[in-house]
C-alpha cells in the first residue's frame, strides 16, 4: 500500500517524494513502492485567500503558454486582485509550482529586467497535442506523476490502488479541478483513448477490476528513467538516493520493457 503522507499545506502543493534506500543500501525489490508518497494538496475548493489568485495566475499563465507568449511580472500582477497583490511573490511562486507539477510546463526568466519569462514544456509527452478536447488544459505533469507510480509499483497498479494514493494527494472521482477537471474521465477514458494508459480487467474478477500500466504512446515519447527524474525533480530530492531504482528504470528502458510484468509477478517482485 501506499504510504500516507505529511501535511503539507497549499492548493497545489508536491507529491513527496521519499527513498528508502536514504541512510542504507537496498533492492529496488526490497524497497517500498509506496516510497513515493503523496503529500500534496491540489485540490480545487479555496481553502485561504490567495488560493484563487493562485488559480487565476496558474489559468493566465498556461494561456500564455499554449499561445508561445512572452509574459512579465507586470502582466501578472495585473491578474491578481489589488488587495492581494502584495502578496505577489507567493502567488507567482505557488502559480509556478501548480504548473511544473500538473502541466510539466517549467516558468524561466529570460530578461531580468522586465522580469519577463517564457514557459517551456519540462516533459516529451505530447499529451497537449493529440488530445481531441479543443479546450483540454495541460496535464503532462499529472500524467507523469501517474506514469512514475505504476513504474514505483511493479509497472502496474490496481484501480483500487491508484485512487487510494490519488485520494492522498487531495484528487478525488467526481470532483472538479481548475485544471486537470474531473480525473476519473482523465485517467479511464482520455488517457486510455490516447493510449498514454493501458487499462485490463483483472482475470475472474467479479465484480470486475481493473488494473493500469503503460500505454503505447507513453512508451514511445518518454522513458522511465526521464519519469523518475521528473518525479525527483518536482521535490528538489538528490536523484542518488533513488539510484537503485534509476538503475530499474534504466534496465528496463534498454531492454524495450513495452509490456510491464503481471501483476502476480510485481506483487512478488515487491515483497
Not at 66 to 74: G, H, M, V
Not at 121 to 145: C, Q, W, Y
Not at 207 to 218: I, N, S
Amino acid at each position: 500500500t501506499l504510504s500516507p503522507p505529511q501535511s503539507l499545506e497549499g492548493s497545489c502543493s508536491v507529491p513527496a517524494l521519499r527513498s528508502t534506500s536514504e541512510g542504507g543500501s537496498s533492492s529496488p525489490e526490497k524497497e517500498d513502492p509506496g516510497s513515493l508518497q503523496a503529500s500534496a494538496d491540489i485540490e480545487s475548493s479555496p481553502k485561504d485567500p490567495l488560493d484563487e489568485q493562485v488559480a487565476d495566475l496558474a489559468r493566465f499563465m498556461i494561456l500564455k503558454y499554449q499561445s508561445k507568449d512572452f509574459i512579465t511580472e507586470a502582466e501578472m500582477v495585473n491578474v491578481i486582485t489589488k488587495k492581494y497583490r502584495k502578496h505577489f511573490p507567493v502567488i507567482f511562486t505557488r502559480a509556478s509550482k501548480c504548473l511544473e507539477v500538473i502541466c510539466g510546463i517549467d516558468v524561466k526568466e529570460v530578461d531580468p529586467t522586465v522580469h519577463g519569462y517564457v514557459l517551456v514544456s519540462s516533459l516529451d509527452l505530447a499529451d497537449d497535442e493529440v488530445s481531441t478536447e479543443k479546450h483540454r488544459m495541460p496535464t503532462n505533469g499529472f500524467l507523469a506523476i501517474i506514469l512514475g507510480v505504476i513504474f514505483l509499483e511493479g509497472n502496474c497498479i490496481s484501480e483500487e490502488n491508484l485512487w487510494d494514493f490519488l485520494n492522498i494527494m487531495g484528487v478525488y472521482a467526481g470532483k472538479e479541478h481548475f485544471i486537470y477537471g474531473e480525473p476519473r474521465k482523465l485517467i479511464t477514458v482520455d488517457w486510455v483513448r490516447d493510449s498514454y494508459l493501458e487499462s485490463r480487467q483483472v482475470p475472474n474478477s467479479d465484480p470486475p477490476r481493473y488494473e493500469f500500466r503503460w500505454g503505447l504512446r507513453a512508451y514511445a515519447e518518454t522513458t522511465k528513467v526521464k519519469v523518475l527524474e521528473f518525479l525527483v525533480k518536482i521535490k528538489g530530492m538528490d536523484p542518488i538516493s533513488f539510484s537503485l531504482w534509476y538503475e530499474k528504470a534504466l534496465r528496463d528502458d534498454e531492454e524495450g520493457d513495452w509490456t510491464g510484468i503481471g501483476f502476480e509477478e510485481s506483487t512478488a517482485a515487491m515483497s
